[in-house]
C-alpha cells in the first residue's frame, strides 16, 4: 500500500480532540453473579519438559477458593476443551463480573465475542490491594489484557442470546484450544 500525501483540497472540517464533546459513560449496573475463569498452560505430550507449551481456558473449582495468599491457595483449575459442556452459560439481560486468574507466563488478550465490557481492576496473586484499569480502558472494550500472574476483572452486560465463543485473541493460542463456548440465555 502506498500513501501519497498531497495538498488539502477543501476545508478541514475536523474536531481537535480536546474540543470533542463525548456523551456521558454510563456504567453497568450492579451483577448478580461473579463467575471465575482461568488461563492455563499444559506441556507437551509429545516434548516432555521441553515445551511447546499450550495455552488453555479452565475454570476454578469454587470449592477450593480459600483467599488469594498464593497461587495454590486460590482454587484448583478445572482444564475444560473445546468440546467439553459449557460452562459460562450467563442468563440472557445478566451483569456479571468474570475474574480471570492468569497462571501463565505471559499476557493474554482476552475477547468475549458479541459482549461489550468495562475492566473492573486488577489485582495480583497474593496482594489484598486492587489497582484500577488504565487510562484508555475506562470504557467499554471487547479485549482485555490479562496479566500473568493476576486476576482480571471485567463487568459484562449479557444481552444478546446465543452460543458464542471466549477466547484468546492471540491466533495461535486461539488455534490451539485456548478458546471455549459461551452459551447466554438458557442451557440447550
Known amino acids: 500500500m502506498k500513501f501519497e500525501v498531497v495538498p488539502l483540497a477543501s476545508t478541514d472540517t475536523s474536531i481537535r480532540p480536546h474540543q470533542l464533546n463525548l456523551p456521558t459513560f454510563t456504567p453497568l449496573e450492579r451483577e ?3 463467575r471465575k ?3 492455563n498452560e499444559e506441556d507437551s505430550a509429545v516434548l516432555e519438559g521441553v515445551g511447546p507449551h499450550a495455552s488453555l481456558l479452565w475454570t476454578i473449582n469454587e470449592d477450593s477458593i480459600r483467599h488469594l495468599r498464593s497461587r495454590t491457595e486460590i482454587g484448583s483449575p478445572v482444564h475444560k476443551g473445546w468440546d467439553d459442556q459449557v460452562t459460562e452459560n ?7 463480573v468474570w475474574e480471570i486468574f492468569n497462571f501463565t507466563e505471559d499476557a493474554h488478550p482476552i475477547h468475549i465475542h458479541e459482549v461489550q465490557f468495562q475492566i473492573v481492576n486488577r489485582q495480583r496473586f497474593g496482594r489484598a ?4 484499569p488504565e487510562s484508555w480502558e475506562t470504557g467499554y472494550k471487547d479485549v482485555a489484557i490479562a496479566y500473568r500472574g493476576e486476576i482480571t476483572r471485567i463487568r459484562a452486560k ?6 458464542y465463543v471466549w477466547r484468546c485473541h492471540i ?3 486461539e488455534d490451539n484450544e485456548m478458546m471455549r463456548p459461551l452459551r447466554v440465555g438458557p442451557p440447550s
Open 158 to 163: 449479557f444481552d444478546l442470546t446465543g452460543l
Open 171 to 173: 491466533v495461535e493460542h
Open 32 to 34: 448478580s453473579k461473579t
Open 37 to 39: 475463569v482461568s488461563l
Open 90 to 96: 450467563p442468563e440472557t439481560n445478566s451483569v456479571e
Open 129 to 132: 490491594s486492587t489497582r484500577s
